[in-house]
């Protein structure tokens, strides 16, 4: 064995244990077999990691004025690569979808847009996360 690492060990003859595993565990290992003719055998270890949501604004709150643009930003981690999709939760329907894009932008927001937007990501790595941004638009009466 190439490495000093004490979370890596041999167990049972060839088979390597790696204790602990971390994300930057991940990549090929190679087992060299060196009798008269040399023969490598690769195996690709691969990690999974649960995504993980970090939203704009990080109060989760936006309060904009009648007619403006409102830019909502929904950034997940994990491997594999999320993927995001954006509700809008109404006390009527249930949610309804709106992007699967990690930006999220409202334009010439009314009192319709006025709710809370949900983030989800997936990447079916344990259960889906959900964010939810609450959007107040200030309207003159």
Known sequence: MVTRDPRFKLVEGYNLQI???????????ICQIG???????????????????RV???????????????TLECKASGNPVPAIYWHKKDAFSGASHLSESPTLVLERVDRHHAGVYQCTADNG????????IEVTVLCKY
Do not use: C, F, M, W
Request: no cysteine; net charge negative.
């Open 19 to 29: 204790a602990n595993v971390k994300i930057q565990d991940a990549g090929d290992y």
């Open 35 to 53: 009798d008269n003719e040399s023969r490598d055998q690769v195996h690709t270890l691969e990690i999974l990691v649960p995504p993980t949501i």
């Open 56 to 70: 704009v604004p990080q109060n989760r709150q936006i309060t904009a004025r009648k007619g403006s643009t409102v």
């Open 125 to 132: 790595v344990r259960e889906a996360v959900h964010v939810d």
